[in-house]
């Protein structure tokens, strides 16, 4: 039998948005706020973030650092953080079919809503809350709140969504993984890599690569030139060398990578020789649980979402943004959550 509990805010996921949000809504008085994470630790991805660049000039922090700053913060105020606990749909009726690609108008906390050709949609507020089924330690639960935050992040697309064949051999990671491999877990990788990318988490992978005791053959980028800010310090400090105009056309070797095949924009073909490989960047929204519910995100830096109640911050709505932004950006949402709060019916 399901176990049922009710919050007024719930939070779903305890990255740098989701815990920033919550620990302003709690400090608010926005009654009981609860944040549910699926890892067993609290923090996102800052967690095995080991290098610098966190924090502020005058305080500068590493990544673990930050996250735990963050949720200290968020316990501080009074919210609740429960980790370890999967959301694995919504309860109760989904959204309106009309509400699908809809993005919310400015008069979205008056009752109102337009469709794409202006037609009023009418009232589309609700005083049902809202239910969000859960298991966890607790086993199965169904958790509803007046209002809920999705802060569910976003990943870097693997080689497989990059659509780039060729073997399937050990040594091949995402920039995330690479972090937790190296920071988190300890494991040691390959002794050449390729870094695929050039923007800001391509040479933070790139150092953690170097500190991991191995050499950075070359970060390849399709981009005519370097995306980052660090490219020409990287350069100079580390004489990364840096492929642009170049793709990653295939991926070789049995048992354990033994290079990639790149292309470049003339049309010349190649080969790195490597035992790792690092894809990074090219971010894309942890959006699983949105389409599930068939909740429209609206562009923009506005939180609303096609669903009167549920608000989405961070990496899901601009996927790769910056961890301090996002933070910025959940603190900000809950003045629109508070909104929501004392004035639905």
Known sequence: MRAERHVDVLVVGAGPAGLAAAARLA??????????????????????????????????????????????????????????????????PPA??????????????????????????????????????????????TVTAQAVVLATGAYERPRAARLIPGTRPAGVYTGGELQQAVHRYRQTIGERAVVVGAEDASYAAAGTVRAAGAEVVAMVTERPRAGSVRALDARLRSRVPLLTGTAVTEILGHGRLSGVRIRHRDGRTGVLACD??????????????????RIALSGGPA?????????????????????RAAARQGAEAAGAVLEWLVSRP
């Open 27 to 92: 400090a608010a008085g926005a009654g009981r706020v609860e944040v549910l994470e699926r890892e067993q630790e609290a923090g996102g991805v800052p967690r095995y973030c080991a290098h610098g660049g966190f924090g502020t000039w005058t305080r500068p922090l590493t990544g673990p650092a930050y996250a735990g700053l963050l949720v200290e913060a968020a316990a501080r105020a009074g919210a609740v953080v429960r980790t370890g606990v999967t959301v694995l749909d919504w309860a109760g």
């Open 96 to 141: 309106p079919r009309r509400a699908l690609g809809v993005p919310p108008a400015e008069g979205w906390g008056r009752n109102c809503a337009t469709s794409h050709d202006g037609a009023a949609l009418g009232t589309r507020r609700s005083a049902e809350p809202i239910g969000l089924a859960t298991v966890g330690e607790r086993g199965p639960e």
């Open 276 to 293: 790792t490989v690092v894809f990074t960047g090219d971010f894309a929204a942890e959006d699983e649980l949105a389409r599930r519910g």
């Open 303 to 323: 939180p609303y979402t096609g669903r009167p109640g549920v608000f989405a911050v961070g990496g899901l709505r601009r996927p790769g943004l910056d961890v």
